[in-house]
């Protein structure tokens, strides 16, 4: 299943970013979608398709600030 990364407001309001089943977020080159503002870490967020439940899902990977979904911070 494909999927997009819609971004809606701040730095990078309206860039879309494609990826099939799984996306890692950070500033890092290694990742998935590589995003450059401050308070981004190095490998800051996962977005992962689970089969078994047919969703997608966002995880934090420990980043200094947290993840934020549509504004809400996601645990």
């Known amino acids: 299943m494909k999927a997009k990364l819609f971004c809606k407001t701040g730095q990078l309001n309206g860039a879309t970013f494609s990826f099939e089943k799984e996306a890692t977020i950070g500033k ?3 990742n998935t979608i590589v995003l450059s503002p401050g308070v981004v870490s190095g490998r800051h ?3 992962y398709f689970d089969g078994r439940q047919q969703s997608y899902f966002l995880e934090d990977l420990g980043s200094s600030n947290g993840t934020r979904l549509d504004g809400t911070p996601i645990t």
């Open 28 to 30: 890092n080159r290694d």
């Open 45 to 47: 967020a996962r977005i």
